[in-house]
T-cell receptor
Framework: GQNIDQPTEMTATEGAIVQINCTYQ??????LFWYQQHAGEAPTFLSY??LDGLEEKGRFSSFLSRSKGYSYLLLKELQMKDSASYLC??????????WGAGTKLIIKP | IAGITQAPTSQILAAGRRMTLRCTQD?????MYWYRQDLGLGLRLIHY???????GKGEVPDGYSVSRANTDDFPLTLASAVPSQTSVYFC??????????????FGPGTRLTVL
């Protein structure tokens, strides 16, 4: 079966660094996406990885290891506005997205 | 209009009633999707359309129907609503038609409660 696992909730301090992990098992693989979703709002695109390695985009970085079925999203210099849910999603062999349940990130001052 | 719009924003519906959720995009994207989002679960695909005139079933299609008469509009219909269809519904679109990894862009969502 297809499965995406990520922690339900994480807490971090403003100004710190946090790493949100995601492991996946899908039928075929056409890339891994990270989305941010603030409470009551729509998901918005953060990053896409299809090759192994680290993709850096400002304060956010995303890493992929295809052999391990593993990804993480790294958030640096945390700000209060980063409090949100972070959704991991894999694109399967049919180019459909399989979504994790999301990680709620709580930022404390 | 910029991006994707959905209507209504929220709705309370009696069980057994028919309801159509509207979705319109102005980005000329080929592909469109309907998801539902429930607490503790990931987004689940209900139906999708890779291009105008075609539709397909996702992971949870039962009780829902869609149509894609043109590029911009992708309405979702609940023929006879049941309480288990209480959820937040998101419409999304992406530029490509078939075969290719592309970013999906989401509308603001419709919060539906079926009593």
């Amino acid at each position: 079966g297809q499965n995406i696992d990520q922690p339900t909730e994480m807490t971090a301090t403003e100004g710190a660094i946090v790493q949100i992990n995601c492991t996946y098992q899908t039928s075929g693989f056409n890339g891994l996406f990270w989305y941010q979703q603030h409470a009551g709002e729509a998901p918005t695109f953060l990053s896409y990885n299809v090759l192994d390695g680290l993709e850096e985009k400002g304060r956010f970085s995303s890493f992929l290891s295809r052999s391990k079925g593993y990804s993480y999203l790294l958030l640096k210099e945390l700000q209060m506005k980063d409090s949100a849910s972070y959704l991991c999603a894999c694109m399967d062999s049919n180019y459909q997205l399989i979504w994790g349940a999301g990680t709620k990130l709580i930022i404390k001052p | 209009i910029a991006g994707i719009t959905q209507a209504p924003t929220s709705q309370i519906l009696a069980a057994g009633r028919r309801m159509t959720l509207r979705c319109t995009q102005d980005m000329r994207h080929n592909a469109m999707y309907w998801y539902r989002q429930d607490l503790g679960l990931g987004l689940r695909l209900i139906h999708y359309s890779n291009t105008a005139g075609t539709t397909g079933k996702g992971e949870v299609p039962d009780g829902y129907s869609v149509s894609r008469a043109n590029t911009d509009d992708f309405p979702l219909t609940l023929a006879s609503a049941v309480p288990s269809q209480t959820s937040v519904y998101f419409c999304a679109s992406s530029p490509i038609s078939t075969g290719g990894a592309d970013t999906q862009y989401f509308g603001p969502g419709t919060r539906l409660t079926v009593l």
